[in-house]
């Protein structure tokens, strides 16, 4: 084949095969989208209009409901446009924004998960030096740190996977622009760029994990030692909400990002990206709001607000 480069832009072949299931399939994508956004924004206003959740906690959630939110519009409006439209062309910019906002949105969202187990710990741990350890400063912080991190990550990953010739087959076997697919078309050596990748895959993924196990392996081992079955009741209520959120998001980014090269192919690839950019994002806020009491009372309430406004 013949080298090129990108200025004639990329085709995304899609998610939908073309089979007589796809506008099911089509349809059932959009409702799930459509939901994941109507929650994490209910969970924003919520968090933003109830003053006794504006803490620590709810001030991490509320920004990864915010994540959620921006990674679901990154990637589904051009899907959708895509699939309706059959015109399935992307340009390097837009390709390079997608990469960059996916990996700054995926990496934030693995560090932020690292701070609300922290959040967590000295809930459990330390209740009494909550307010202090869990400061307003820190959180703004641990928040900053994590979009700066994750934003530094797309963007030099999207620099750089857009930075090689190109073959003349400029296909993307995929419905949006991810690295790891982008490059494969790559008419160059990439073994630099692969391990490069893998390096900051592993930063990014596996040291906020290690940091959310270690997290709740102090939480376990403090609840045991407390030998009451309210606490331990209480203390399992509040953190298994957050560590299914956390399996979900980093099961399927680990099987994305650290998989072998060997073992990947296409199919697998858009089934997960699929479930970790677009089903995952709808699962948090119910993940949340249907374990929560203080949520579920703030939503009756607001619900009740908004009903005697209606007959007014």
């Given at each position: 084949?013949?080298?090129?480069?990108?200025?004639?832009?990329?085709?995304?072949?899609?998610l939908?095969?073309?089979?007589?299931?796809?506008?099911?399939?089509?349809?059932?994508?959009?409702?799930?989208a459509?939901?994941?956004?109507?929650?994490?924004?209910?969970?924003?206003?919520?968090?933003?209009?109830?003053?006794?959740?504006?803490?620590?906690?709810?001030?991490?959630?509320?920004?990864?409901?915010?994540?959620?939110?921006?990674?679901?519009?990154?990637?589904?409006?051009?899907?959708?446009?895509?699939?309706?439209?059959?015109?399935?062309?992307?340009?390097?910019?837009?390709?390079?924004?997608?990469?960059?906002?996916?990996?700054?949105?995926?990496?934030?969202?693995?560090?932020?998960l690292?701070a609300?187990?922290?959040?967590?710990?000295?809930?459990?741990?330390?209740?009494?030096?909550?307010?202090?350890?869990?400061?307003?400063?820190?959180?703004?912080?641990?928040?900053?740190?994590?979009?700066?991190?994750?934003?530094?990550?797309?963007?030099?990953?999207?620099?750089?996977?857009?930075?090689?010739?190109?073959?003349?087959?400029?296909?993307?076997?995929?419905?949006f622009?991810?690295?790891?697919?982008?490059v494969?078309?790559?008419?160059?050596?990439?073994?630099?760029?692969?391990?490069?990748?893998?390096?900051c895959?592993?930063?990014?993924?596996?040291?906020?994990?290690?940091?959310?196990?270690?997290?709740?392996?102090?939480?376990?081992?403090?609840?045991?030692?407390?030998?009451?079955?309210?606490?331990?009741?209480?203390?399992?209520?509040?953190?298994?909400?957050?560590?299914?959120?956390v399996?979900?998001?980093?099961?399927?980014?680990?099987?994305?990002?650290?998989?072998?090269?060997?073992?990947r192919?296409?199919?697998?690839?858009?089934?997960?990206?699929?479930?970790?950019?677009?089903?995952?994002?709808?699962?948090?806020?119910?993940?949340?709001?249907?374990?929560?009491?203080?949520?579920?009372?703030?939503?009756?309430?607001c619900?009740?607000?908004?009903?005697?406004?209606?007959?007014?």
């Amino acid at each position: 084949m013949e080298n090129g480069n990108t200025t004639s832009g990329f085709i995304l072949l899609g998610l939908f095969n073309h089979t007589e299931a796809h506008p099911f399939l089509f349809v059932m994508v959009l409702t799930i989208a459509f939901t994941s956004l109507l929650g994490n924004a209910l969970m924003l206003l919520l968090i933003h209009q109830e003053p006794h959740l504006r803490t620590a906690m709810y001030f991490l959630l509320s920004q990864l409901s915010l994540m959620d939110m921006m990674l679901v519009s990154t990637i589904v409006p051009k899907m959708a446009a895509d699939y309706l439209t059959g015109k399935k062309s992307i340009s390097p910019a837009g390709c390079g924004l997608q990469i960059f906002f996916l990996l700054t949105l995926g990496g934030g969202e693995c560090f932020l998960l690292a701070a609300m187990s922290y959040d967590r710990y000295v809930a459990v741990c330390h209740p009494l030096q909550y307010p202090v350890l869990m400061s307003p400063q820190l959180c703004l912080r641990m928040t900053l740190g994590s979009w700066f991190l994750g934003a530094a990550d797309g963007l030099m990953q999207a620099a750089t996977t857009l930075s090689f010739p190109f073959c003349s087959a400029h296909e993307i076997d995929h419905f949006f622009c991810e690295a790891p697919t982008v490059v494969r078309l790559a008419c160059a050596d990439i073994s630099v760029f692969e391990y490069v990748m893998y390096i900051c895959c592993v930063l990014m993924l596996l040291v906020p994990l290690s940091l959310i196990l270690t997290s709740y392996s102090l939480i376990l081992t403090a609840v045991l030692q407390k030998r009451s079955r309210e606490a331990c009741k209480k203390a399992f209520a509040t953190c298994s909400s957050h560590l299914a959120v956390v399996g979900l998001f980093y099961g399927a980014a680990i099987f994305t990002y650290m998989r072998p090269k060997s073992y990947r192919s296409a199919n697998h690839d858009k089934v997960v990206s699929a479930f970790y950019t677009i089903f995952t994002p709808v699962l948090n806020p119910l993940i949340y709001s249907l374990r929560n009491r203080e949520v579920k009372g703030a939503l009756r309430k607001c619900m009740g607000q908004w009903a005697a406004l209606s007959h007014n």
